[in-house]
């Protein structure tokens, strides 16, 4: 039995009426509904959360070239990206709208890398009919169409270059026999999530390796190690969990498979990954600070880019050092019957992935809009969890990190250590690239 909770997909044909195309598809808000509407199909085609995230990463790329061709506010990202050069400019005398092919750009690469076709189709014909209906003459739409299949196929063309098929192909990972390393856990014990992701093409940062952080603490069996006491605090938390504790926990869960058990029925559920989580909470933050359509594109794109680098990095620690998550070490050196209160994800512990790529994002957003805004986050609404308020976009990767922590699923010091590396990450895409005309070498 599959669950899944899901909102409807099409993007709904407007009555005509005197409202002019260009308000339409001027509108941010329909740009980040049909984010959302993707996530809904990376969340069906249960993408893991390093995929998803290339997912949103290219698809705004593309989206956001269109925009920034059409725009005198924001620079092409010609040339600034690895191997990255020559994006096709509009041809000279055709009319476009820039805000509809950029939200077709969107979707174009989306459909091309994921599987539910029937349901991107969908969109997409659900867009073309929005134009016609608001009065779109024919030969702007079709210029547009075309202006937008052109860019998406230059990005899906510098996509496959990002090693992503070759780690399809990799040989499968090995499981260490050493004391002290990652083994597959219960109650699915998957094997290994990813485990060459460190060899994809980076977006911003130079390499997989430039944000690694330090070696973690020692592994050792005895009482009174620092690694001992690490743990330790994860089984005394966890043994005596407060209410506000699980709640943080199993709001950020954001588990894209979980295998559920009950005596002999097994089956799984669907939510949304932690990228997903924050696509949602950067579409929050537009409405709520009232950006304009390219500015929301630009927004999106940029933490889009701080998430899969964040993904590469992080997966880069895990798979280096391999660390023994907290459910293994408990049930074999202090309490066999002990369970985590979240499901253990299926890749090694240090460090946090959701501490890293939250901060990487919260860094990216407050950069641009300021860490002194408050926010309500209503992402978790389909999977039944009440809205939560922040007072900061930090305060919420904050809570992000430590929520893992809460689940039983992370030591706390691995989460630490991925907070500034989060952040670390985060900077780094603000230093390389130059996206608005500011003459500066920054996001922003």
């Given at each position: 039995m599959l669950a899944f909770a899901a909102t409807t997909l099409i993007i709904a044909s407007c009555t005509p009426t005197k409202k002019d195309y260009d308000t339409v598809f001027n509108d941010p808000l329909l740009y980040s509904k049909t984010t959302g509407q993707l996530t809904e199909v990376i969340t069906f085609d249960i993408f893991t959360p390093p995929v998803a995230s290339r997912i949103y990463s290219y698809s705004h790329l593309a989206a956001y070239e269109v925009m920034a061709h059409g725009s005198d506010k924001y620079n092409s990202l010609d040339g600034q990206l690895k191997d990255y050069k020559n994006v096709p400019a509009p041809e000279k005398g055709k009319k476009i709208n820039y805000h509809f092919a950029s939200i077709m750009a969107f979707m174009n690469v989306g459909k091309a890398l994921t599987f539910s076709t029937n349901t991107t189709d969908s969109i997409i014909g659900s867009l073309k009919q929005l134009a016609t209906d608001h009065g779109m003459p024919e030969d702007e739409l079709n210029n547009s169409v075309a202006y937008a299949d052109q860019i998406a196929k230059f990005v899906l063309t510098w996509?496959?270059?990002?090693?992503?098929?070759?780690?399809?192909?990799?040989?499968?990972y090995t499981v260490p026999n050493d004391e002290g390393k990652w083994i597959p856990t219960p109650p699915g014990y998957f094997q290994a999530v990813e485990p060459h992701w460190s060899e994809i093409r980076t977006i911003a940062m130079d390499s997989a390796s430039q944000c690694s952080p330090p070696p973690p603490i020692a592994f050792s069996k005895e009482k009174g190690t620092p690694f001992y006491a690490m743990v330790k605090q994860v089984y005394d938390t966890i043994t005596n969990m407060t209410p506000e504790q699980k709640t943080i926990a199993d709001f950020w869960d954001c588990n894209g498979f979980k295998l559920n058990v009950v005596g002999h029925v097994m089956?799984?559920?669907?939510?949304?990954?932690?990228g997903g989580h924050w696509q949602g909470i950067t579409g929050i933050v537009c409405k709520d600070q009232k950006a304009d359509f390219d500015q929301t594109v630009y927004t999106y794109t940029g933490v889009s880019f701080a998430l899969m680098d964040a993904f590469i990095s992080c997966w880069q620690a895990k798979f280096t050092w391999n660390m023994i998550r907290p459910e293994t070490y408990i049930n074999k050196y202090m309490d066999e019957n002990w369970k985590p209160y979240l499901q253990t994800p299926p890749f090694p512990e240090y460090t946090s992935g959701h501490a890293e790529i939250s901060h990487a994002a919260a860094k990216i957003l407050t950069h641009i809009y300021g860490d002194n805004i408050s926010f309500v986050d209503s992402t978790e609404r389909p999977w039944g969890w009440k809205d939560k308020k922040f007072?900061?976009?930090?305060?919420?990767?904050?809570?992000?990190?430590?929520?893992?922590?809460?689940?039983?699923?992370?030591?706390?010091?691995?989460i630490e250590v991925a907070t500034e590396q989060g952040l670390k990450v985060g900077e780094c895409v603000l230093k390389k690239l130059s996206m608005q005309k500011s003459g500066t070498a920054s996001i922003k």
């Open positions: 996509a496959r270059k990002d090693n992503y098929a070759e780690t399809r192909s990799a040989s499968k089956y799984a559920t669907k939510a949304m990954t932690p007072n900061s976009i930090m305060e919420a990767a904050d809570e992000a990190g430590v929520s893992r922590f809460y689940g039983g699923i992370h030591y706390l010091h691995s």
